[in-house]
C-alpha cells in the first residue's frame, strides 16, 4: 500500500478537520482524541464538501443536507445519504501523518 504524507501533527489539533489531497482525490483528515482518520471529502448524497460542514466528536455533518458520517468507519450515521464514505489508512511516523492512496 502507498502512503501519501500529507501534514505534520501539530496542525492538526484535536477535534479539528484538514482538506488533503491523495493521489488527486479530495480527503478529509481529522483528528479525534489524538487519532487520525481520513474519508472522502464529498458526501455520497449531492456532493457537498464535508469540510464546510460541522465536526462533533467522530461525527461530521454535511453542510448541504445535514447527512451525518461516521469519521472513523465512514459509515452514515444519518441520512438522507445512504452511502458510506470512502475510507483511507492512517498511520503516523513520529510526527508525519500518512494516508494511504488507495
Known amino acids: 500500500m502507498d502512503f501519501v504524507k500529507v501534514g505534520l501533527k501539530k496542525e492538526i489539533p484535536a477535534g479539528k ?4 489531497d491523495v493521489a ?6 481529522v483528528n479525534v482524541d489524538g487519532e487520525y ?8 448524497h449531492r ?9 462533533d466528536g467522530d461525527a ?12 472513523k468507519t465512514g459509515a452514515v450515521m444519518h441520512g438522507p ?3 458510506a ?8 511516523e513520529e510526527e508525519q ?3 494511504s492512496a488507495k
Do not use: D, Q
Open 24 to 29: 488527486g482525490v479530495s480527503v478529509l483528515l
Open 47 to 55: 456532493g457537498c464538501k464535508l469540510s464546510k460542514g460541522a465536526l
Open 81 to 83: 445519504a445512504s452511502k
Open 97 to 99: 501523518i500518512l494516508v
Open 17 to 20: 478537520m484538514k482538506v488533503i
Open 60 to 71: 461530521v455533518k454535511c453542510p448541504c443536507h445535514k447527512s451525518v458520517f461516521n469519521v
Open 85 to 92: 464514505e470512502p475510507k483511507y489508512t492512517v498511520k503516523v
Open 37 to 44: 482518520y481520513a474519508i472522502g471529502n464529498k458526501c455520497t
